[in-house]
């Protein structure tokens, strides 16, 4: 990822085509792996900050101010962000729906080989780690929680529901919801999503796009960004300017549009 991102440093590339870069090479890049293995915290980090640093124009000879969050930008368009994966929770995703193949789908190979190895006499909701366990049935078992929490059980005629431990229903079932957004990210978060869905709809290059983005979202170099941010000397900044300087910098943006 390194060569690549170095190799697109030295290309003018715009915001619009940063992001599909970073959304279908990228970020693709390590989705084979995540679904059969729990990636450390430091990779995720690590891989992180080489699409944070090739979005801000940051590289290891000059560094340059990151104007947004990293969270921010996991963010869906509709909230105010830029729609990009955050890999922690990609990553427990894909190997979540690695845990529920093998739940739901117990007629398939790959959970046959898992259930003759690790749990042959139960079901995979006991099962415990084994002896030499590999590190991809590690990662599975790790969510397993986490996917007990979104299933319920249908209720039949009871003869092989466990009564004594769970309420009644005989197979699992996943509790589907329409939307995902919710599921991860706080709602204390969530903007006026209207006004953002409708600005990345409007008939305008998506370079004007993205520069409104960043006017919306108050991420541009401006002195007052600069003060807050201790880039710029508050005593040299006259802070009356503050407003000034913002609804200049609108109007200047709005003509020149």
């Keep these: 990822m390194y060569g690549m991102v170095e190799g697109w440093s030295s290309k003018l590339l715009s915001r619009a085509g940063k992001e599909v870069l970073i959304k279908a090479v990228l970020q693709s890049i390590s989705s084979y792996a995540m679904q059969c293995f729990r990636f450390p915290a430091t990779v995720i980090s690590e891989l992180e900050s080489i699409e944070a640093n090739f979005w801000w124009d940051s590289t290891k000879e000059k560094r340059?101010?990151?104007?947004?969050?990293?969270n921010r930008l996991c963010l869906t368009k509709q909230d105010g962000g830029m729609g990009f994966r955050h890999l922690k929770h990609f990553n427990s995703a894909l190997l979540m729906k690695q845990a529920w193949r093998l739940v739901s789908e117990p007629e398939r190979d790959l959970a046959k080989a898992y259930k003759a190895k690790y749990f042959p006499d139960t079901e995979f909701w006991d099962a415990l780690l084994g002896s030499a366990p590999?590190?991809?049935?590690?990662?599975?078992?790790?969510?397993?929680?986490m996917v007990r929490k979104g299933c319920k059980w249908r209720l039949g005629d009871g003869n092989s529901f466990p009564i004594w431990q769970d309420s009644w229903v005989p197979s699992t079932?996943?509790?589907?919801a329409r939307k995902g957004e919710n599921q991860t990210q706080p709602s204390s978060s969530r903007g006026p999503s209207r006004y953002w869905?409708?600005?990345w709809k409007w008939k305008i290059p998506p370079k004007i796009k993205h520069f409104l983005w960043r006017v919306m979202t108050d991420n541009l170099p401006t002195s007052s960004n600069m003060v807050k941010r201790g880039l710029q000397d508050l005593i040299e900044y006259d802070l009356g300017r503050f407003r000034r300087e913002e609804l200049r910098l609108w109007i200047t943006c709005l003509w020149d549009i």
């Design 64 to 70: 340059k101010a990151h104007w947004a969050s990293w």
């Design 134 to 145: 590999s590190y991809t049935w590690r990662s599975i078992l790790h969510k397993k929680e």
């Design 173 to 176: 079932t996943w509790f589907r």
């Design 197 to 199: 869905g409708d600005m």
